[in-house]
């Protein structure tokens, strides 16, 4: 990873968020200055006040990374058949920790070992919808009513569209 | 806030991370030092990748809670918003970029300037289904059309988890 990348991010969507923030706060300082001080003042509260958590958050993703066995995954879910079996993928998807560039492979790695499209679409929705991972990361910015919202939610659309998708699809 | 509360968190929850995270690689230290030390490896490797964003990613938040108009947001996402406006708070959070590091600090920002229960959960479900940034990941691993029926599946069931959130909102209130 470059000096460029750790600054700015390496991902489009890293960068975006960066020279987004500097974009918007040198406006901000040029026409609104009251308003980027107050912004920033702020931020750096919030920031002070939660950063505790946020490593915490990042290190137990990490740590729980570590601990998933991968080919056990891709074992089971490239066996699964039928609605059951589509929605016990899309299950599974929700349990797998990481961003998109660790994940993908994984799902990438389970279609190799016989998975069909419905599997695969599910694991894909699950992943995204129920996002277990997310979780500790949740916590740090909603209540645990919202953050058990989402995931009861995530939940139920991934069941419901999964047996959606083996029935259309086909498992 | 007192010190302990900035250090493990003010709500149970926020505890259990850091409390938990703690625990974790205590019994990994103990039982596979092996394992607690790649996690721990990884998990600064990740900090360390993610720093400059996640600090840009709080100013970033705090600024938009700034400019956004206290009560405009609150009539399009507050009590009062329709069932479109909370649909298409959810579908708009699909297209912000970034993880939940960048995100989450602006719908919680979103949230304190007055948008409701209902919007806030459609916008966390919108982004976590749709995600257009993993879009480039998916035509690595996936091609177009996994891609194309992902984006089809996540924006279906966004709108109608946005719906089913409006009328679950208006019946509480009696509306």
New interface residues.
């Given amino acids: 990873?470059s000096v460029l990348?750790?600054?700015?991010?390496?991902?489009?969507?890293?960068r975006?968020?960066?020279v987004?923030?500097?974009v918007?706060?040198g406006y901000?300082a040029v026409r609104r200055p009251s308003?980027?001080r107050?912004?920033?003042e702020?931020?750096?509260k919030?920031?002070?006040?939660?950063t505790?958590?946020?490593?915490?958050?990042?290190?137990?993703?990490?740590?729980?990374?570590?601990?998933l066995p991968r080919d056990a995954v891709a074992g089971l879910i490239g066996g699964a058949a039928g609605v059951p079996g589509v929605v016990l993928a899309g299950l599974v998807g929700g349990a797998l920790p990481g961003?998109?560039?660790a994940v993908?492979?994984i799902?990438?790695e389970v279609?190799d070992n016989g998975a069909g499209?419905a599997a695969?679409?599910a694991l894909?929705?699950g992943y995204?919808?129920i996002?277990l991972l997310?979780v500790?990361?949740?916590?740090?910015?909603?209540?645990?009513r919202?953050?058990a919202?989402?995931v009861a939610?995530?939940v139920v659309?991934t069941v419901a569209?999964a047996a959606v998708?083996a029935v259309v699809i086909g498992a | 806030?007192s010190r302990l509360d900035?250090?493990?968190?003010d709500?149970?929850?926020?505890r259990?991370?850091?409390l938990?995270?703690?625990i974790?690689?205590g019994y990994?230290a103990v039982t596979d030092p092996g394992?607690?030390r790649?996690?721990?490896a990884?998990?600064?490797s990740?900090?360390?990748?993610?720093?400059?964003?996640?600090?840009?990613?709080?100013?970033?938040?705090?600024?938009?809670?700034?400019?956004l108009p206290e009560e405009r947001l609150a009539e399009f996402l507050g009590a009062s918003a329709s069932a479109h406006e909370v649909v298409a708070a959810g579908l708009v959070a699909g297209l912000v970029?970034?993880?939940?590091?960048?995100v989450?600090?602006i719908?919680?920002r979103m949230r304190d300037r007055g948008a409701d229960?209902p919007a806030?959960?459609t916008m966390?479900?919108g982004y976590?289904?749709?995600?257009v940034?993993?879009v480039?990941?998916?035509l690595?691993?996936?091609g177009p059309h996994?891609v194309g029926?992902?984006l089809l599946?996540?924006g279906t069931?966004t709108v109608?988890?946005g719906t089913g959130l409006f009328g679950v909102g208006a019946l509480r209130r009696g509306t």
């Fill in positions: 990873m990348d750790l600054l700015i991010g390496a991902s489009v969507g890293q975006v968020v960066v987004g923030t500097l918007l706060y901000l308003t980027a107050a912004a920033a702020r931020g750096a919030t920031l002070g006040m939660l505790t958590l946020v490593l915490a958050a990042l290190l137990l993703a990490s740590a729980i990374g570590r601990l961003g998109p560039y993908y492979p799902i990438a279609a499209l695969v679409l894909l929705v995204g919808g996002g997310r500790p990361y949740g916590l740090v910015f909603f209540e645990e919202i953050v919202a989402r939610i995530g659309v569209f998708i | 806030m900035v250090l493990v968190g709500s149970w929850g926020q259990v991370v850091v938990g995270t703690l974790l690689y990994l394992v607690a790649a996690g721990l990884g998990g600064l990740t900090i360390t990748s993610l720093a400059t964003t996640i600090v840009a990613a709080f100013f970033l938040a705090s600024a938009i809670g700034e400019l970029p970034g993880g939940p590091y960048a989450y600090p719908i919680d229960t806030v959960l966390l479900t976590s289904l749709i995600s940034g993993r480039p990941y998916g690595v691993f996936f996994v029926l992902r599946i996540a069931a109608a988890v």
